[in-house]
């Protein structure tokens, strides 16, 4: 086992991180920005060195000031956590001729499938099902076209080194492909480094299912069920669940079975997330892209299987084989997440940065928060809003709605707004509660609620 490992993350999933790290008897060593330097994980953490100014680009982005803070501190190990350098192959790359393990997959495999067009011709060649689309990258908006006409409208564009949900614009009619080509191409640009883009055929009305997968050195290649990420807005997750109200069990087999060949196929190690679209029918499935890191919505795994995917990232990473508990975990109850965000949700969303003057956090049986923030903890300009996740776990999906409902209401935070009311209203509908809705429902839902336009 490592004796001392650096998070190069922020926020909860560095606290995240560090608990794990604690109870596997390591030492933990928090980098941070000038903006965080307030922070929880900063706090609990054995040693921690600053990195840089508040904007993540001189800051968390900066691979020279991680490895050196790494080389300072003598770390065994470097955690990513999500977002950021979580799925930069070249930060792989460099912790791997640094002597220093990397946590996570080999920074071949995270090339390989962090190429959105690679990923889908490596599903392609498995015999995993996929949706039409280009043959690789579109260099321009007349090829845009061509191939538009070819697979028929609607389709999306997608950003080839994207994730999140950026450098993806939705394309309804020819009118507006050439616009959406530009902005998908420009927010690749501007997220990634990269503004190569791709194509597929745009499913319509489809939920968004992502396989939770666990490999080892030695062999051993499960997964722990599926999640349910359809409840989006702008391809930004607000609710999630596990498992899914839409899956059967011979679709949840076949779609493990595939998820399973695939790591198995590309040789892969450490935890990652394979991403699925399925028809409104719930009868085809379709792979969309892996995510070669842990996962925001990783909670709610853990409480349905009984596991600590993290503790279980860094034991692959020492070499150690899958944990008996996780290689024999069956799902029990059900889970769902909330996450809460510093933003208006109505006021078009607006970003809700600033002093938290109070703070209260739900508790109670099946209630879990996962958090960074306190009363008097400062929310920065500069990050994802994301500052809390509530996940509650109920014997029943009936009886985790309710306790979600519960859970929220009696969450206390002044000085912000954030997007509680709006999730403790997406509750109360019949289309949630019934287990109605897909990646449309809450930009329909927010429609109707007169919170957006058009």
Known sequence: MFKKVLVANRGEIALRVIRACKELDVKTVAVYSEADVDSMHVQLADQAICIGPGPSTESYLKIPRIIAAAEIANVDAIHPGYGFLSEKAEFAEICDRCKIKFIGPSSKVISMMGDKNTARATARRLGVPITPGSDGVIETEDEAMEVARAIGLPVMIKASAGGGGRGMRPVLNEATLRSSYQQASMEALKCFGDGSVYMEKLVERPHHIEFQMVADSHGNV???????????????????????????????????????????????????????????????????????????????????????????????????????????????????????????????????????????????????????????????????????????????????????????????????????????????????QQGNYDITWVENFLRQEGLVKG
């Open 222 to 432: 499960i997964h722990l069920g599926e999640r349910d990420c359809s409840m989006q807005r702008r391809n930004q997750k607000i609710i999630e669940e596990c498992p899914s109200p839409k899956i059967s069990d011979a679709m949840r087999k076949e779609m493990g079975d595939a998820s399973v060949k695939l790591c198995r196929e590309i040789g892969y190690e450490n935890c990652g997330t394979i991403e699925y679209l399925v028809d409104n029918d719930g009868k085809n499935f379709y792979f969309m892209e892996m995510n070669t890191r842990i996962q925001v919505e990783h909670p709610i795994t853990e409480e349905v299987y009984g596991c600590d995917l993290i503790k279980e990232q860094i034991q692959i990473a020492a070499g150690m084989p899958l944990s008996e508990h996780i290689l024999k975990s069956q799902p029990r109850h059900h889970s769902i997440e909330c996450r809460i965000n510093a933003e208006d949700p109505f006021n078009n969303f607006q970003p809700s940065p600033g002093k938290i003057h109070h703070w209260y956090a739900p508790g109670g049986r099946g209630v879990r928060v996962d958090t960074h923030v306190y009363s008097g903890y400062t929310v920065p300009p500069y990050y994802d809003s994301m500052i809390a996740k509530l996940i509650v776990t109920a014997a029943t999906r009936d009886a985790a709605i309710k306790r979600m409902r519960r859970a929220l209401s009696e969450f206390q935070i002044e000085g912000i707004k954030t997007t509680i009311p709006l999730q403790s209203k997406i509750l109360t509908t019949s289309d949630f």
